[in-house]
């Protein structure tokens, strides 16, 4: 397959089609509208199932019925859209069925806007809906990076019986670059997974349900939930890594943010500062001990996020005070041009903070104080 | 005692449209009539191995306990929107949701105008006792003027908590549906009417026509604080004048249709 210009949402669309979706339930809210229209012109065209519902409530539940039935279906949605979803996820994790979610953020809270947001980090990765679960969430930085993630996304999804979410901002669903689409994958599959309700054709009947009255029993599920989390944490940590062989000073930041925070370090790099950037790919489950063995080596870190420190947590959870942090945050749908970070760099290697700084607070202190200014 | 029944004597045996398991219903409840019913229909269409039931939130929420087919329990009210995710999927499956008064008509009242709107090729079996069961017996969408649930002590005060909605009428406005009809379980010639209706119903799914739906006026002894013979004509005195009985959308090739 050739490179094309494509743009974010579309591609991811037409990524998930080839990796053999059989199904897709949406409405529309932007900035991830490209998605649910491509879907609308494709899946028809294909023969496969397409469904513009009622509400996003509507829309996650009618995934929650195809994926009982073992066929690979997808929703997406931005951050209001989510929320609005939440119920539909919880329902999905506890009866174990593997779905996947592009959760294209905006910024919040409330209505809030359509511009780029990381806002989001916290509702997706520390589960969301009611009850003890953890979805896994893969951020991508780049177009081809989120089509590459489109196919994992699935596989994971139904290796685990698990919901897996491509979590990304407005900024990377609405710009195009250039990106290879993956061969299409043939279709039709069958979809006969040995726990799918499909019709008990020629097997004993299958229940599948997140109801548990017995306290005991719902919690045999809860452990096995657990269980394999356990497994995916062993399994499916992903990150990036750039100039960390010689590096003084590590940046760490997701997404868009670890993107523009990549310019930032190329630009300390022509400065002659040592310093190199952590990408965490998969944020849940988060790559706390690469972040660990990075303390060895490191004199500070700067964590940088489009929201106030949300994924600073994790990396604190890692760090443990043992290294001096510095945190740089925009909110609001505010994106961070790579000129500020570049100041936070050089800021950080002129007054590293104190180990046992909260890195989130002084931030804070900082923002705050610039505001009155 | 097997030896006592042959073929020849045979007049009535348990639909293997049921397991065997003992329901959880209340004495007197009509879910248990209402069951049967869905039972009878699927095993004599010969659909049972490949129908897909959806189950709701409230009374019958282990209705996937007693009918013996293949089913998934949706979350409150969101049935029609699950049974439209796996009948998209599975085209060539029956795919039907059981849902009462609270879980359609109250917060599932979205999922369910927009199926028949689709016209989604489902069959929707709603129970309407006009109280919510499970939780015990607070005020439902379908609850009569005046009545007195756990949530409306002193009767349902249509200044401040509203009229009843009456399902059959509004959806039957939707082009998408292909057959709407409301009969009750109150007694035997109404149960033979409802099973009839029930059977058309998954006919005009088999036959691709749209949108079925039959609305089964029920008993809530326990909701009602009545006893069981006393909540039938309870239900012929109180809730037939509210809720009348009648096809309210019988869509051309519905009505062409030969069972």
């Known amino acids: 397959m050739a490179r094309e210009l494509l743009k974010g949402n579309e591609a991811i669309a037409e990524a998930a089609i080839r990796a053999g979706l059989d199904a897709y339930y949406g409405y529309p809210i932007t900035p991830q509208n490209e998605v649910l229209e491509w879907m609308s012109k494709r899946m028809p065209e294909l023969g496969r199932a397409y469904v513009q519902a009622e509400a996003e409530l509507g829309a996650i539940n009618m995934v929650y019925g195809a994926a009982c039935t073992g ?33 294209v953020m905006r910024g919040g809270p409330g209505l809030g806007n359509i511009a780029p947001s990381q806002g989001d980090y916290n509702q997706i990765c520390k589960g969301g809906g009611h009850g003890d679960y953890h979805p896994i969430v893969l951020a991508p930085a780049n177009i081809q990076e989120a089509v590459d993630m489109m196919p994992l996304a699935f596989d994971l999804a139904e290796k685990y019986l698990t919901i897996c979410c ?144 949300q994924m600073l947590d994790d990396i604190r959870l890692a760090v443990r005070n043992r290294v001096p942090t510095r945190f740089y945050g925009r909110l609001g749908g505010v994106m961070p041009f790579a000129d500020e970070i570049l100041a936070e760099i050089e800021a950080m290697v002129k007054n590293p903070p104190k180990a046992e700084e909260d890195a989130a607070q002084a931030w804070l202190q900082r923002a705050l104080a610039a505001v009155q200014d | 005692m097997a030896t006592l029944v042959t073929p020849e004597n045979l007049v009535y045996a348990r639909t293997r449209g049921l397991t065997d398991m003992v329901e959880h219903y209340c004495p007197g409840c009509t879910h248990g009539v209402a069951h049967r019913l869905v039972a009878e229909v699927l095993e004599e269409m010969g659909v049972l191995d490949r129908t897909i039931g959806v189950a709701p939130v409230g009374c019958s929420v282990f209705a996937y306990n007693y009918l013996n087919c293949d089913f998934v329990e949706a979350a409150h009210g969101r049935a029609p929107a699950m049974a439209t995710g796996i009948k998209r999927v599975l085209p060539d499956r029956i795919v039907f949701t059981y849902q009462g008064d609270g879980d359609m008509a109250s917060i599932g009242m979205g999922e369910i105008v927009h199926a028949a709107a689709r016209g989604e090729n489902l069959t929707v079996i709603f129970i309407n006792n006009a109280i919510y069961g499970m939780t015990g017996g607070q005020m439902a969408p379908t609850s009569l003027p005046g ?47 409802s099973k009839k209706a029930i059977r058309t119903a998954f006919e005009v799914q088999k036959n691709g026509l749209g949108f079925s739906m039959v609305e089964l006026l029920s008993t809530c002894p326990t909701g009602w604080s009545q006893t069981p013979v006393a909540s039938l004509g309870w239900l012929e005195e109180h809730m037939i004048p509210a809720f009348p009985l009648g096809d309210y959308k019988i869509s051309g090739p519905v009505a062409a249709l030969k069972i």
């Open chain 1, 71 to 103: 066929a690979r279906v997808m929703t997406s949605s931005s951050s209001p859209g989510i929320s609005l979803m939440m119920e539909g996820l919880s329902y999905i994790a506890g009866t174990e069925v593997p779905m996947v979610l592009v959760n």
């Open chain 1, 166 to 309: 491509v979590l990304l901002d407005g900024s990377l669903g609405q710009m195009m670059e250039p990106a290879e689409l993956p061969e299409m994958k043939p279709y039709p599959h069958p979809f006969n997974q040995p726990w799918a309700v499909n019709g008990a054709i020629g097997r004993e009947r299958r229940i599948l349900t997140s109801i548990y009255l017995e306290p005991l029993e719902e919690e045999q599920v809860n452990l096995r939930l657990l269980k394999r989390w356990e497994e995916i944490k062993k399994n499916e940590i992903r990150y990036k890594e750039y100039y960390l062989d010689d590096a003084d000073y590590v940046v760490i930041g997701f997404g868009s943010a670890g993107r523009i925070a990549l310019s930032a370090v190329r630009a300390a790099r022509a400065k002659g500062i040592k310093v190199g950037l952590f990408r965490p790919v998969s944020v849940a489950p988060f790559p706390y001990a690469r972040v660990e063995e990075l303390c060895k080596k490191t004199q500070a870190f700067l964590v940088t996020e489009m929201n106030s420190g």
């Open chain 2, 147 to 193: 009545m007195k649930t756990s949530s409306s002590p002193t009767g349902r005060d249509v200044e401040s908590q509203g009229f009843p909605i009456r399902m059959s009428e509004m959806l039957c406005t939707l082009e998408g549906a292909g057959y709407v009809v409301r009969r009750s379980l109150h007694d035997p010639a109404n149960i033979r009417k």
